[in-house]
């Protein structure tokens, strides 16, 4: 069974750069995607990120300028870095996993099965 | 890209509560369903349209039909009370979108 630890800074001014990191433990890394997703105050979900099993990254069209996400294989761990924060990047931020399905022809995706605890990271002057 | 859900759905315990999500390119992508209760992290309850992931009960099922998919909870429990959100690609497999959650209230 898989576990995801988050962590990451939760107040930051506007302007700075929002970090945070997730770590797996009990799966292996290699076998997943990894995304980021996040939820404003009383809103919904809304998907930022994500690097798959390959390295390749694809990002929410609205926020790519802004965002990266990296992975360090050898510590099971990936990371999103958000810059120039404003007050709308307000939100709980959680990472979370999918595995591909490849059996009978083309992969897709078994959907983000496993997320982490969510971090809330608030942008305040 | 957008998918389209109802903001509410009421039902009452023992009823079937039906949530539906449109978008233009469900035709071509599969809908994933996840349900997030109060301060906890989302789950996913339906995969791939209509295939329910281990430990998720049978009461939950999927169902694709054209621009629309449906996520069907025969005999609601009160457990069930949750937001609701569907999740798809555009049509080009770029990137992933979220419907913008439907409430069920169990009444």
């Known amino acids: 069974q898989m576990q995801i630890q988050q962590w990451g800074t939760g107040l930051l001014k506007p302007s700075e750069t929002l970090s945070l990191t997730c770590t797996v433990y009990g799966e292996s890394f290699s076998d997943y995607d990894w995304s980021w997703i996040r939820q404003p105050p009383g809103k919904g979900l809304e998907w930022i990120a994500e690097?798959?099993?390959?390295?390749?990254?694809t990002y929410n069209p609205s926020l790519t300028s802004r965002v990266v996400i990296l992975e360090d294989t050898s510590k099971n761990q990936f990371s999103l870095k958000l810059s120039s924060v404003t007050a709308a990047d307000t939100a709980v931020y959680f990472c979370?996993?999918?595995?591909?399905?490849?059996?009978?022809?083309?992969?897709?995706?078994?959907?983000?099965?496993?997320w982490g605890q969510g971090t809330l990271v608030t942008v305040s002057s | 890209y957008e998918l389209t859900q109802p903001p509410s759905v009421s039902v009452s315990p023992g009823q079937t509560a039906r949530i539906t999500c449109s978008g233009e390119?469900?035709?071509?992508?599969?809908a994933y369903w996840y349900q997030q209760k109060p301060g906890q992290a989302p789950v996913l309850v339906i995969y791939k349209d209509s295939e329910r992931p281990s430990g998720i009960p049978e009461r939950f099922s999927g169902s694709s039909s054209g621009t629309t998919v449906t996520l069907t909870i025969s005999g609601v429990q009160a457990v069930d009370e949750a937001d609701y959100y569907c999740q798809s690609a555009d049509s080009t497999s770029t990137y992933w979108v979220f419907g913008g959650g439907t409430r069920l209230t169990v009444l």
């Open positions: 690097i798959n099993r390959g390295g390749s990254t």
């Open positions: 390119a469900l035709p071509k992508q599969y």
């Open positions: 979370a996993s999918a595995r591909k399905d490849c059996s009978g022809g083309p992969c897709h995706s078994t959907g983000f099965e496993y």
